[in-house]
């Protein structure tokens, strides 16, 4: 198992930025692709973006498109999401997650973070 620990977060006004942090310890992190979800108050988990196991290929949401920018260090165990121009809709708890297999579903991965806030206020 990979624990994974992520850092980041907070308040920030509609427009700006945020880099969102992911570190991982336990096994060989470079081993597993990763994945960035969000889960806003009333509704589901939804996936945000992911990254395979070498940095090679991301995916996103829609919603973040052109917006967030995910990638990893594997030197330094760590995942990153840039966020920017962000968006009050953007407002949730964020997510890391890793697994040996990339996906858009939670259920792809079997470890996870618990979370860091991310407000933005209008």
């Known amino acids: 198992q990979v624990q994974l620990v992520e850092s980041g977060g907070g308040l920030v006004q509609a427009g700006g930025s945020l880099r969102l942090s992911c570190a991982a310890s336990g096994r060989t992190f470079s081993n597993y692709a990763a994945g960035w979800f969000r889960q806003a108050p009333g509704k589901e988990r939804e996936f945000v973006a992911l990254?395979?196991?070498?940095?090679?290929?991301?995916y996103y949401a829609e919603s973040v498109k052109g917006r967030f920018t995910i990638s990893r260090d594997n030197v330094k165990n760590t995942v990153y999401m840039q966020m920017s121009t962000l968006e009050p809709e953007d407002t949730a708890v964020y997510y890391c997650?890793?697994?040996?297999?990339?996906?858009?579903?939670?259920?792809?991965?079997?470890?996870w973070g618990q979370g860091t806030q991310v407000t933005v206020s209008s």
């Open positions: 997650a890793a697994g040996s297999s990339v996906g858009t579903k939670w259920n792809d991965y079997k470890c």
């Open positions: 990254i395979t196991w070498s940095g090679g290929y991301t």
